[in-house]
């Protein structure tokens, strides 16, 4: 773990329990899963990096652009390797091989992850199979 790492993950955990709110990122009063990480870089740099424009719940699928992933590559750098991922690194998750990378969450040890998910808002997830298989990009929070 870096750093970086131990403290994005520690403000991670600060969000665990906010509702679910489309394009908020406010801890403990509501946040998407892109407002969670928003929150957190937030909170680790002192501002959070802009959002273009409002998006749709389906923007990904309605699009067909990689908006998540170029966005990550632009503040993070180039996408690490599944294997190169450590606790504070940002997952990015493709729902479906046709559609672009729509969901992201923080890895907050080896196998768990922590993300905002619109049934139960932000929580701690297992990193299952199911789940790591639609990894679509792991990128490293820039060192403080």
Do not use: N
Not at 21 to 46: F, P, S
Not at 106 to 127: C, M, N, T
């Amino acid at each position: 773990m870096t750093v970086t790492g131990d403290r994005a993950v520690a403000e991670a955990e600060k969000w665990i329990g906010t509702p679910y709110r489309h394009q908020a990122a406010e801890i403990g009063v509501g946040c998407d899963c892109l407002g969670l990480i928003r929150g957190v870089w937030r909170a680790l740099y002192g501002a959070a990096p802009g959002i273009d424009v409002p998006y749709a719940p389906d923007w990904a699928e309605r699009s067909g652009t990689e908006r998540l992933l170029e966005a990550a590559m632009r503040h993070c750098g180039p996408a690490l390797g599944p294997d190169e991922m450590l606790p504070g690194d940002i997952l990015l998750f493709r729902w479906r091989r046709q559609y672009a990378a729509k969901h992201a969450g923080i890895l907050s040890g080896p196998d768990h992850f922590i993300h905002a998910y619109e049934q139960a808002g932000v929580i701690r997830s297992p990193l299952v199979p199911s789940w790591r298989r639609r990894i679509a990009g792991v990128f490293r929070f820039p060192a403080l």
